[in-house]
């Protein structure tokens, strides 16, 4: 099969799988095992030293897995893809990767809660800081760089303030300082906008999101496009030589030969086979939610009883030329907020919804509505939550598949 593919899907569809399957079948079963007999110790021995393909371990490689990794990364034309267990996971071990004591990571305030916790709390009680800069502002996040600083680390859409990062400036300014960029691009999904394109050297996903589609399992991703000259890392210089790799694969040999493999959170076969569905109806779902959310936007703005509206394919949104430039005429995303009265009427708002359900996560094919400030980021101080810029007057709405004339009548009731 030619890799000269015209699109996304056409990409996803026709990956063929690493080995044949005896059967014929058309999608990759599901390996749900843990081990692989091997017929002889030699080839037990280059299987465990990665000196083959073969699989060992199903905590390090399984045939499912791969497959789902492998139909990414042809459709990226990334160097590799590493598939983990849940979002967090993803960025967690990206940033064990990288990372190490005495070294700082530049990132927004404006992270999801576990992100922020995870750089503050966990990874900052092994000796990695983190310095906070506005990455809307390609000039502060210079001016936080240092010797010490290890990567640039932002959402391209933060949630749920819904601020969009200049990546083409930022990737500038970090390639004239010679530090990686990592986005998690969560919000806009890989099949309407490539982030490797922008100069994104190391991209997050969780793919519970819109690649799972009916919130069938917990996934994420690492995305490695070989871009970043990892010689100048202290940490990843060493892992080159000690691997015997080219610079720019010191990256995936650390995390695929070491990390990932000593914190033991790969993805599962059964959902890599589910997601792996769901990829292949991903540009055909991304496509309504965005048109959806757009028009509910545009319709919120009208709307008595809510305050204002935010949404970055709005022309209200200071973020509206940015997201036109960089993300293209697909509106950017299928998550908007807006704000209420007050926290008591945010409250009864949602418990008035009839159709769309109140839960967290996104991008599920159901609307789903939450209040932020008490649920995801309840547990936070109010004055870091005040830093943060969040709101205890704010909805988060994921639109799903319904129609935007469902959601406006059901919200539309729902504000009383």
Same mark, same amino acid.
């Given at each position: 099969?030619?890799?000269?593919?015209?699109?996304?899907?056409?990409?996803?569809?026709?990956?063929?799988?690493?080995?044949? =399957?005896?059967?014929?079948?058309?999608?990759?079963?599901?390996?749900?095992?843990?081990?692989?007999?091997?017929?002889?110790?030699?080839?037990?021995?280059?299987?465990?030293? +990665?000196?083959?393909?073969?699989?060992?371990?199903?905590?390090?490689?399984?045939?499912?897995?791969?497959?789902?990794?492998?139909?990414?990364?042809?459709?990226?034309?990334?160097?590799?893809?590493?598939?983990?267990?849940?979002?967090?996971?993803?960025?967690?071990?990206?940033?064990?990767?990288?990372?190490?004591?005495?070294?700082?990571?530049?990132?927004?305030?404006?992270?999801?809660?576990?992100?922020?916790?995870?750089?503050?709390?966990?990874?900052?009680?092994?000796?990695?800081?983190?310095?906070?800069? =506005?990455?809307?502002?390609?000039?502060?996040?210079?001016?936080?760089?240092?010797?010490?600083?290890?990567?640039?680390?932002?959402?391209?859409?933060?949630?749920?303030?819904?601020?969009?990062?200049?990546?083409?400036?930022?990737?500038?300014?970090?390639?004239?300082?010679?530090?990686?960029?990592?986005?998690?691009?969560?919000?806009?999904?890989?099949?309407?906008?490539?982030?490797?394109?922008?100069?994104?050297?190391?991209?997050?996903?969780?793919?519970?999101?819109?690649?799972?589609?009916?919130?069938?399992?917990?996934?994420?991703?690492?995305?490695?496009?070989?871009?970043?000259?990892?010689?100048?890392?202290?940490?990843?210089?060493?892992?080159?030589?000690?691997?015997?790799?080219?610079?720019?694969?010191?990256?995936?040999?650390?995390?695929?030969?070491?990390?990932?493999?000593?914190?033991?959170?790969?993805?599962?076969?059964?959902?890599?086979?589910?997601?792996?569905l769901g990829l292949e109806t991903l540009e055909v779902r991304y496509a309504r939610m965005a048109q959806t959310t757009l028009e509910l936007a545009r319709a919120l703005e009208t709307?008595?009883?809510?305050?204002?509206?935010?949404?970055?394919?709005?022309?209200?949104?200071?973020?509206?030329?940015?997201?036109?430039?960089?993300?293209?005429?697909?509106?950017?995303?299928?998550?908007?907020?807006? =704000?209420?009265?007050?926290?008591?009427?945010?409250?009864?708002?949602?418990?008035?919804?009839?159709?769309?359900?109140?839960?967290?996560?996104?991008?599920?094919?159901?609307?789903?509505?939450?209040?932020?400030?008490?649920?995801?980021?309840?547990?936070?101080?109010?004055?870091?939550?005040?830093?943060?810029?969040?709101?205890?007057?704010?909805?988060?709405?994921?639109? +799903?598949?319904?129609?935007?004339?469902?959601?406006?009548?059901?919200?539309?009731?729902?504000?009383?």
């Amino acid at each position: 099969m030619s890799d000269d593919l015209s699109g996304f899907t056409a990409r996803i569809l026709q990956t063929p799988a690493a080995r044949r =399957d005896p059967h014929g079948a058309l999608s990759t079963p599901v390996y749900q095992n843990a081990a692989y007999e091997f017929a002889t110790a030699d080839a037990m021995e280059l299987a465990f030293t +990665g000196r083959t393909s073969d699989h060992a371990y199903s905590r390090i490689t399984n045939p499912t897995v791969e497959h789902f990794e492998q139909r990414i990364r042809r459709a990226l034309g990334a160097h590799s893809v590493t598939a983990l267990n849940s979002g967090m996971a993803a960025i967690s071990n990206l940033l064990m990767t990288v990372g190490r004591a005495g070294a700082n990571v530049i990132a927004s305030p404006h992270l999801f809660g576990n992100t922020y916790s995870l750089l503050v709390s966990t990874l900052g009680d092994f000796g990695l800081s983190v310095r906070w800069a =506005d990455t809307a502002d390609p000039a502060a996040v210079e001016a936080a760089i240092d010797a010490d600083t290890c990567l640039v680390f932002l959402e391209i859409v933060t949630n749920p303030q819904l601020e969009v990062a200049d990546l083409s400036a930022l990737s500038a300014v970090c390639r004239a300082n010679h530090v990686p960029l990592a986005a998690d691009t969560t919000v806009i999904p890989f099949s309407a906008f490539r982030a490797g394109d922008f100069g994104v050297d190391l991209e997050v996903v969780s793919s519970t999101k819109y690649i799972s589609g009916g919130a069938t399992g917990l996934g994420g991703l690492i995305i490695d496009y070989g871009t970043f000259d990892w010689s100048r890392s202290p940490k990843l210089g060493r892992a080159a030589s000690a691997y015997g790799v080219a610079p720019t694969e010191a990256f995936t040999a650390k995390l695929r030969r070491e990390i990932h493999r000593n914190l033991g959170a790969y993805m599962t076969p059964q959902v890599a086979y589910q997601q792996s569905l769901g990829l292949e109806t991903l540009e055909v779902r991304y496509a309504r939610m965005a048109q959806t959310t757009l028009e509910l936007a545009r319709a919120l703005e009208t709307t008595p009883g809510i305050e204002s509206v935010n949404y970055p394919g709005l022309p209200s949104s200071r973020f509206h030329a940015l997201c036109c430039r960089q993300f293209g005429p697909t509106p950017p995303g299928a998550m908007l907020t807006f =704000d209420l009265a007050s926290r008591r009427a945010c409250y009864a708002f949602l418990d008035r919804l009839k159709l769309i359900r109140r839960a967290t996560n996104l991008f599920d094919n159901k609307s789903l509505a939450i209040h932020p400030w008490s649920t995801i980021f309840g547990t936070f101080p109010e004055e870091v939550r005040r830093r943060m810029d969040l709101s205890p007057c704010t909805i988060r709405l994921s639109v +799903g598949l319904e129609s935007a004339a469902e959601l406006l009548a059901d919200i539309r009731q729902a504000l009383g």
